[in-house]
């Protein structure tokens, strides 16, 4: 059983900066793929960026390459998001999730493990 706690949300203006942590619990945090999803008011539970169990391996959606960046440790058993040069459109609650399993996944359904939300508000 893996719990997620995040943190870091708040409200920033555009252009700026912020940072999520994802904290977990668990003995085998090490062994799970991890992602970073998002949904605004209205609209679906969207892929923001994956990274593998050892960080080896990253993804991230069109929307938000090149502007964030996922990083993990593991001796933390903490996942991060990197997020600059924020847009209003990136305004939305942002879930951290991790599974088991070494290839990284972009679907909610392949997720088992989900955290309680952190909201980001960019103003324009």
């Known amino acids: 059983q893996v719990q997620l706690v995040e943190s870091g949300g708040g409200l920033v203006q555009a252009g700026g900066s912020l940072r999520l942590s994802c904290a977990a619990s668990?003995?085998?945090?090490?062994?799970?793929?991890m992602g970073w999803f998002r949904q605004a008011p209205g609209k679906e539970r969207e892929f923001v960026s994956a990274?593998?169990?050892?960080?080896?391996?990253?993804y991230y959606a069109d929307s938000v390459k090149g502007r964030f960046t996922i990083s993990r440790d593991n001796a933390k058993i903490t996942v991060y998001l990197q997020m600059n040069s924020l847009k209003p459109e990136d305004t939305a609650v942002y879930y951290c999730?991790?599974?088991?399993?070494?290839?990284?996944?972009?679907?909610?359904?392949?997720?088992?493990?989900w955290g309680q939300g952190t909201q980001v508000t960019v103003s324009s």
């Open positions: 990274i593998s169990w050892n960080g080896g391996s990253t």
């Open positions: 668990g003995r085998t945090f090490n062994n799970y793929r």
């Open positions: 999730a991790g599974s088991r399993g070494g290839i990284m996944a972009t679907m909610t359904h392949e997720y088992d493990y």
